[in-house]
């Protein structure tokens, strides 16, 4: 059980489109999720909180206006990348917990997206 | 603020031990974590320790915490090719978030 998937693993876009990422709890509710980006070679940093029905707290320095994030359901939560540039290519991945505390041993991870913005 | 590091690459044979290490900042840390992670893949937890522990054994996998030192450590038993990725250290305070540190790429030869 605790499985996270991502979709789409993989993008490759034009500088300037946007670029939704999904991240799904497959086999439980999950009321927080979590959405993480890694560049090569480099530790994971987190760039957002996401509660179900509630607005996203933003780690400092992320550009919320850039990184859209919706949790509209227990299963579902959305990055989106606006006007992307090729900075933004990274590795995206998301992780989810099943309680509201947020205890972090609980948090489950994503396969990971890789964008890739040309 | 919170920092947690680890050095960047260890090499070891195929059947030796390879002993990976951590340091951190945070004397908050509740828990600490060891996470895998294969190329082009997420994370995969390895285990957990709880911060009043001083070792926690699983399989080949054994954890060692220093809290004094602000040490922790992961020691891999029989180590085998299949066992060469990343290895992330984490830590985070209770119901707070989780603070990697850069990651070791652990390299088995046979």
């Known amino acids: 059980g605790a499985v996270v998937s991502q979709h789409p693993s993989w993008v490759i876009c034009k500088s300037g489109t946007s670029v939704k990422i999904e991240c799904r709890s497959l086999d439980f509710q999950a009321t927080t999720m979590f959405w993480y980006r890694q560049f090569p070679k480099q530790s994971l940093m987190l760039m957002a909180t996401s509660n179900e029905g509630s607005k996203a707290t933003y780690e400092q320095g992320v550009e919320k206006d850039k990184f859209l994030i919706n949790h509209a359901s227990l299963t579902l939560s959305t990055l989106t990348v606006t006007s992307a540039h090729p900075e933004d290519s990274s590795f995206y991945i998301c992780s989810a917990t099943r309680g509201s505390s947020g205890i972090s041993y609980e948090q489950y991870f994503g396969p990971g997206t890789r964008l890739t913005v040309t | 603020g919170e920092d947690v590091e680890q050095s960047l690459f260890l090499s070891v044979r195929e059947g030796d031990s390879s002993v990976i290490n951590c340091t951190y900042t945070?004397?908050?840390?509740?828990?600490l974590y060891w996470y895998k992670q294969e190329p082009g893949a997420g994370l995969q937890l390895l285990t957990y320790?709880?911060?009043?522990?001083d070792m926690k054994q699983d399989q080949r996998l054994t954890v060692l915490l220093n809290k004094k030192d602000k040490h922790l450590s992961l020691r891999i038993a029989d180590t085998q090719t299949g066992d060469s990725a990343i290895y992330f250290c984490?830590?985070?305070?209770?119901?707070?978030?989780?603070?990697f540190g850069q990651g070791t790429e652990l390299s088995v030869k046979p």
């Open positions: 945070d004397s908050s840390s509740t828990y």
């Open positions: 984490a830590e985070s305070s209770l119901g707070g978030k989780l603070i």
């Open positions: 320790i709880f911060s009043n522990m």
